[in-house]
């Protein structure tokens, strides 16, 4: 087919008529996946709402057709189900897909780059904006920069091309003010090409949406002036309401009711309020006793390869995959330090298995121990085991 041919097949998935941003998007993403060049990026930015997932959807159904390979990756396990929910197709985190554990004797080696086997793939990333490239914290997987291993991993296969989505205004990675994934200089200065067009009409909403309108003043906030000014938010009886304190658990209570708790979101300044909610809503709206019970969600707040080794399926277990407590078998303290055994089922896959969780980050007011309380756990197992000679035992 043509191109004229193929652009036609992608508006027969798409369901309605784009916006001028979604088809110049359409023009540029299928001229990239025409061209015969290897060391080009497509990198498509866009707001929430803009239809970027809706684009990438129709691409994907129409290859699906077309019998052409695609691979739909995204940085968290959580970020990963949402993709995979919209797009209605598999996907993975990145760490899943392009890492492998070493085989090494003696000490744990960690984790390679792995060898990409696919041929004519287009390869999709969304939540790109979490793609750091500082190899500070991250040296047990390949070269510790995750945006140069994903281009390498994506370019070593035969003929395969790589799609960034993403949104500026969203988180960076960790501690940094920029996404690199996303920015052109810096994919230029690893040796790459890049297409970028980015999506600025809002339609995810419908017109008149008061909760759009905050948030398209909050957007301009960030994104035009040099000095970051929160704008008044206003308030109505429809899409947005101002509640006093003592309405919100009744408030919370009818909304997982009417639409379920899946549906239902509350955003926090920080680390510690997140708690102190979780605490409130499991005592006063769950009215769960219990720290933690079967039903529970639990997210991982750190990459960890010991659990899963008694998987094939399961090559480790993801930063920022989700869990749902199946049962909790029993609980201990050990080095002043409280844990429970667990079976959890990943959210993502169905896939079951059994796990051993530290309670105490359930209410730390950051997402995992503090250093000194890590330094010191590490300290007391060391002891514990001060007969193993490498890492591995």
């Known amino acids: 087919m043509n191109f004229e041919q193929i652009k036609a097949q992608v508006l027969q998935f798409f369901g309605f008529e784009p916006t ?18 290897d060391d080009e990026v497509f990198v498509l930015k866009g707001y929430a709402g803009t239809g970027k997932t809706t684009l990438v ?12 390979p695609s691979v739909l990756m995204a940085p968290t396990g959580r970020a990963a189900k949402v993709f995979a929910s919209y797009s209605q197709h598999q996907a993975t985190t990145i760490h899943k ?18 060898e990409n086997l696919h041929d004519h793939c287009i390869f999709f990333v969304d ?26 991993y994506v370019y ?19 501690g940094k003010d920029l996404s690199p994934a996303l920015d052109k200089d810096h994919l230029q200065s690893l040796g790459f090409q890049v297409r970028m067009v980015e999506l600025r009409q809002v339609l995810r909403q419908q017109g008149g949406s008061l909760l759009l309108e905050n948030a398209s003043a909050l957007r301009e906030s960030i994104t035009e002036y ?20 003592e309405d919100l658990v009744d408030t919370i209570s009818a909304s997982y009711h ?55 399926e399961i090559p480790f277990i993801a930063n920022g995959d989700l869990l749902e407590v199946l049962r909790v078998r029993r609980s201990m303290e050990m080095y002043g330090f409280r844990f429970a055994d667990l079976d ?28 000194a309380s890590q330094e010191r756990l590490y300290q007391a197992v060391l002891e514990d085991y001060a007969y193993c000679h490498n890492k591995k035992e």
């Not at 790109?128 to 281009?151: H, K, W």
């Not at 070593?156 to 960790?174: E, F, I, S, Y």
């Not at 040099?226 to 304190?245: A, E, M, Y």
């Not at 959890?344 to 209410?363: H, P």
Request: a neutral charge; one cysteine or more; hydrophobic letters at 40%.
């Open 57 to 68: 959807s129709a691409l994907i159904k129409l290859f699906d057709k077309m019998k052409v």
């Open 156 to 174: 070593c296969g035969r003929h395969c091309k790589l799609v960034l989505m993403g949104d500026t205004a969203q988180l960076p990675p960790v």
């Open 344 to 371: 959890v089922r990943f959210m993502d896959s169905d896939w079951e298995i059994s796990v051993r969780v530290l309670l105490d980050t359930l209410t730390a007011e950051a997402p995992a121990l503090d250093a």
């Open 97 to 114: 897909k392009i890492y492998r554990q070493k085989v090494v004797t003696g000490d744990y080696g960690g984790f390679c780059l792995g």
């Open 258 to 312: 009417q639409v379920g708790m899946d549906e239902c979101k509350i955003i926090c300044r920080s680390n510690k309020r997140a708690v102190l909610f979780n605490q409130g809503i499991r005592a006063r709206v769950l009215y769960k006793e219990d720290e933690l019970s079967s039903g529970d969600l639990l997210m991982v707040a750190k990459n960890n390869y010991f659990w899963s080794q008694a998987y094939k």
């Open 226 to 245: 040099d000095v970051f000014d929160l704008p008044q938010i206003r308030v109505n009886k429809l899409d947005v309401l101002r509640l006093q304190g």
């Open 20 to 37: 001028s941003d979604q088809n110049r998007a359409i023009d540029e993403i299928l001229q990239f996946l025409l061209s015969r060049e």
């Open 127 to 152: 939540e790109a904006s979490m793609i750091g490239n500082s190899s500070e914290d991250a040296s047990m997987f390949g070269s510790g920069r995750l945006l140069e291993d994903l281009l390498k």
